[in-house]
């Protein structure tokens, strides 16, 4: 029987972006090609798991959505099955990434959360599939990378403050959104619920 390496697999609450406050089954894919200094995730290790505990573990609860996301998914190679499996049981399926793999097919909504430098490539199957770009506003941002978009393009541009420095964060945050108005806030509200 096929078994997929997954870092974690959990129900919680979505706490950002545009599909914040909905419940949703976590599912964590292992490794990451980058190391962002505010990373919160020990992406490193994995469990297996086998099609029917997946299934039954991702059955347990009523709701359908899921949040696929690591580590970077689009760099592993179990995400596709990961995707076919839920989408079996009638998930709605949102993806998180870094942005510079090819984005996987089948995902409902894409997030791309791309690095603060202004050097950083997106890879362009990431431009055209993102439902939604979300930066992390942290020491040293480089705010001339935000000028790359469009922001009439009708996706949902957004800045988080980084938690550790919330408060320098979201000055700057504020600061920059009233004469960029296009850009939305995004908060990591599981984070003041207190859910993983
Ligand atoms: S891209 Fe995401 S998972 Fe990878 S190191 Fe940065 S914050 Fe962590």
């Known amino acids: 029987m096929k078994e997929l390496r997954i870092n974690d697999v959990f129900w919680t609450v979505q706490g950002e972006g545009q599909n ?25 290790t994995f469990q297996k798991w086998t099609e029917d505990r997946f299934k039954e573990f991702a059955q347990q609860e009523t709701a359908r959505f ?4 690591g580590g970077e998914p689009m760099m592993n190679k179990d995400t596709p099955a990961v995707i076919k499996w839920l989408k079996d049981l009638g998930f709605v399926v949102a993806c998180e990434s870094n942005g510079t793999f090819p984005i996987v097919e ?10 603060r430098d202004a050097d950083y490539h997106i890879h362009e199957s990431a431009w055209q599939k993102a439902n939604e770009f979300k930066y992390v506003i942290d020491e040293g941002f480089q705010w ?24 320098k964060s979201i000055a700057e945050i504020l600061e920059f959104q009233r004469k960029n108005p296009g850009w939305q806030i995004s908060l990591q509200t599981h984070k003041w619920m207190k859910v993983p």
């Open 144 to 167: 001339e990378v935000l000028e790359r978009h469009d922001l009439k393009d009708g996706r949902r541009y957004s800045l988080s403050p980084e938690y550790n420095r919330f408060e």
């Open 66 to 69: 899921a949040v696929v996301t």
């Open 106 to 115: 089948g995902i409902d909504f894409v997030t791309i959360s791309p690095k």
């Open 20 to 44: 914040a406050g909905k419940r949703a089954l976590f599912v964590r894919m292992p490794f990451c090609n980058l190391a962002c200094s505010w990373c919160d995730t020990s992406f490193n």
